[in-house]
């Protein structure tokens, strides 16, 4: 069992960048995919990026539109998000995920962060 931890969320102005990063307590993310969700307030949470085990080729959300960046660093059971030309509709909560299956469905994901707010000035 691994407990996904989220850091370096933050208030940044539209067009500006933050970078995630997310940590593994108690466990190690070895064998696992990857995932970034988000969840703006009243809305559901939503698929943001994924990176198999390998840390190959990633899934995105549409609305990326190459703004974003996950990756992984399998030696140090860490996993980012490069976010760049942030806008306000980006503001949410953003959370790490674990999974056995490289896969945009949270349904999938079994270990969850408690997430980390991302607010984006207009």
């Known amino acids: 069992q691994v407990q996904p931890v989220e850091s370096g969320g933050g208030l940044v102005q539209t067009g500006g960048s933050l970078k995630l990063s997310c940590g593994a307590s108690?466990?190690?993310?070895?064998?696992?995919?990857m995932g970034w969700f988000r969840q703006a307030p009243g809305k559901q949470r939503n698929f943001v990026a994924a990176?198999?085990?390998?840390?190959?080729?990633?899934f995105y959300a549409d609305f990326v539109q190459d703004r974003f960046k996950i990756s992984r660093d399998n030696g140090k059971d860490l996993v980012y998000l490069q976010m760049n030309t942030l806008k306000p509709e980006d503001t949410a909560v953003y959370y790490c995920a674990a999974s056995a299956r490289f896969t945009r469905n949270p349904s999938d994901y079994i270990y969850w962060g408690q997430g980390t707010q991302v607010t984006v000035s207009s």
């Open positions: 108690g466990g190690s993310f070895r064998g696992y995919a």
């Open positions: 990176t198999p085990t390998s840390g190959g080729s990633a």
